[in-house]
């Protein structure tokens, strides 16, 4: 994005090596489509990496944000803060989705997330190294931790909706059980690997 003239000036969708119809798609739609290695930090670097503008915006493939993203974010950085996030609802009535989702907006680690979206300063970015390069899940968090050490972060009082077919397919309480326990195994320092294989054997 541009932060001065709040038009959005680059818009990628990086492909890690899909096997759907996913990049005829960002491109009927108007996205520039990137190629690179497997894994949402690598994903998210190469873009990074390629991008022009000194304000940038990580959102999920299945997050959709509001229409007003481009303003909300610049205002924020206005604001001061030069990271930060949306609160998110799901594409469900489901009442104990609309529970889980209520949570997003109290300024608590636990409560992050990638599908909340991220934006952030090319130059904090810059700053931070990025997204780790060894992580292959949890990486936004230890980007965030990283980050609130220094600067103050945002949490958008806006929702970006995200879809819901994770807990329709595995079940409500499988995926928050999956999700627990991989944060922990963040909190108290597991290997990468160790933290996939859980992630992996717990949900389909």
Not at 169 to 198: C, K, P, T, W
């Amino acid at each position: 994005m541009d932060n001065g003239g709040e038009s959005l000036k680059e818009l990628f969708v990086v492909d890690g090596g899909s096997t759907d119809n996913t990049c005829a798609l960002a491109k009927a739609a108007g996205a520039t489509v990137l190629h690179s290695p497997t894994g949402r930090a690598a994903q998210m670097n190469f873009g990074a990496s390629q991008a022009t503008g000194d304000l940038l915006y990580f959102v999920h493939a299945d997050t959709r944000p509001p229409l007003t993203y481009m303003q909300d974010i610049i205002s924020a950085v206005k604001e001061g803060y030069p990271i930060g996030c949306f609160r998110f609802q799901f594409d469900s009535n489901r009442f104990i989705l609309k529970v889980n989702a209520y949570f997003t907006r109290f300024d608590k680690m636990w409560c992050r997330g990638g599908d909340q979206t991220l934006f952030v300063t090319r130059k904090v970015f810059d700053e931070l190294n990025g997204f780790s390069s060894k992580y292959r899940i949890m990486e936004e968090y230890d980007f965030i931790k990283r980050a609130r050490k220094k600067y103050s972060f945002k949490i958008i009082p806006k929702d970006v909706i995200i879809s819901a077919r994770k807990y329709e397919h595995n079940g409500y309480f499988r995926v928050q059980i999956a999700n627990l326990i991989v944060f922990n195994m963040y909190r108290l320092g597991y290997s990468q690997d160790e933290m996939v294989s859980a992630y992996r054997r717990l949900l389909k």
